[in-house]
């Protein structure tokens, strides 16, 4: 047995050798996938409050750093077509009885790490939307409900000490139950805009409206 095992040693070491470097492969790519991971920003959109139109719209940086909200975006499905208007200025939390967001003045603004933006309720939201598209006054859930059948809500940000755009969206159906408008995402996830054709596209449209 000795005499095998002295005869095989070089064979062995050489199988040895390769086997820790497969263990060590494999850890360092557990490693680089926990890294990235870490480094990867994430946006989370949800509702709270509810799920009539009246909840209010949270925003919730998951990253593990700040990211700056550049610019939101309403993307609205509604009889005529397709709209998309630009709602950071936020004229709807301003008027709003209950004004929330950065110094009730813009939806712009800082967001730490773990921590949650309140973007205003749903209703305002899509009301002062319309109001900028058709320059009308929509009022009412009931308007609201006939005028739009799905909406998207984009995010646009810049992560941290990265010098690249970042965003997120999700999108939400507007549905009746028990006689009222109420809200229902029509995605299980944020979906985060991770492409980088995607992201010179957000730039461009960002770059149109400075």
């Known amino acids: 047995m000795y005499e095998w095992l002295a005869n095989k040693a070089t064979l062995i070491s050489a199988f040895a050798s390769i086997g820790m470097l497969a263990i060590w492969s494999v ?27 009246s909840a209010r719209c949270f925003v919730t940086n998951m990253s593990e750093g700040a990211v700056f909200i550049q610019s939101v975006i309403a993307d609205l499905e509604t ?23 950065w110094t009730h003045m813009t939806r712009q603004g ?3 790490p773990g921590k949650l933006v309140d973007m205003g309720s749903f209703e305002g939201i899509l009301e002062y ?26 995010i646009i940000g810049m992560y941290g000490s990265e010098d690249i755009l970042i965003g997120a969206s999700r999108r939400f159906e507007i549905v009746h139950a028990r006689g009222k408008a109420c809200l229902r995402s029509a995605t299980v996830e944020t979906r985060q805009i991770v492409s980088a054709r995607e992201r010179k596209r957000l730039a461009k449209e960002l770059a149109k409206q400075l």
Do not use: C, M
């Not at 557990?30 to 139109?53: A, C, D, V």
């Open 129 to 154: 939307a319309l109001h900028e598209k058709t320059g009308e006054k929509i009022l009412g859930e009931s308007s609201l409900s006939r005028g739009i059948h799905q909406f998207e809500i984009t």
């Open 79 to 101: 009889p005529s077509g397709h709209h998309r208007i630009f709602i950071s200025d936020a004229e709807d939390l301003r008027n709003s009885k209950t004004p929330s967001g």
């Open 27 to 53: 850890y360092l790519h557990i490693f680089w996938r926990s890294h990235q991971r870490r480094r990867t920003p994430k946006l989370l959109i949800n509702w709270g409050e509810g799920r009539e139109l």
């Open 110 to 112: 800082p967001v730490g």
